[in-house]
């Protein structure tokens, strides 16, 4: 698979099927994606990858929190500014539209909407999640290493045949999270990623992409 394919074939994949993922795959993706770009060669990242019995025990965990209304835990970042402008607003409720419509869930019927976001905790399905932390003392600059390091890893897991979904979600279950992997008190959650191999019997709609001249200028002699 070439690169170009990569990063075309990559998506949020929400369906995947029991199949291990064998950790010689996973150690040679995170090996390989050790080389990201970061900023003076901070490699700020801290991932640590949960399957087997760790993995459905944090599953069951959250799922106990979903099944008795446990509040969320305090989100220690900003996902979304609380004001979204525009061209941003419309994209973020496009997507909802999209990925709501295609279960067939109105976007009235919030009841429906979070029993369709609580597939979030049993990651899809996947065999596999990473979590991605972060030194509570860096600043922005090292925030957007993270988005390059998961993204390469995410590249590298299609080369491998494999399909993931980066998840924010986990960040208001950060204190589940840490039960299970038991990170150190400096680092904060960013995301979880599911990772495994699609169940290509679950539907799904590609969210498209704004045409080039909407977010690249080109400035030419």
Known sequence: MDVYEAVTSRRAVRGFTDRPVPREVLERVLSAAAWSPSGSNLQPWHAYVVTGEPLAELKKRAGERVAVGDPWDEREYEMYPSALKSPYRE???????????????????????QRAASANWDCFGAPAALFCYIDRDL????????????QTVMLLLRAEGLHSCPQMAWSVYRKTVAEVVSPPDGLILFCGMSIGFEDVTVEYVRTGRAPL??????VEG
């Open 139 to 150: 600043g922005l600059p090292q925030w957007s290493d993270l988005g390059m390091y998961l």
């Open 91 to 113: 994209r973020r409720s496009a997507f909802g539209e999209e990925r709501y419509g295609a279960l067939g869930v109105s976007r009235k019927d919030w009841e429906a909407r």
């Open 213 to 218: 001249d909407e977010t690249v200028t080109f």
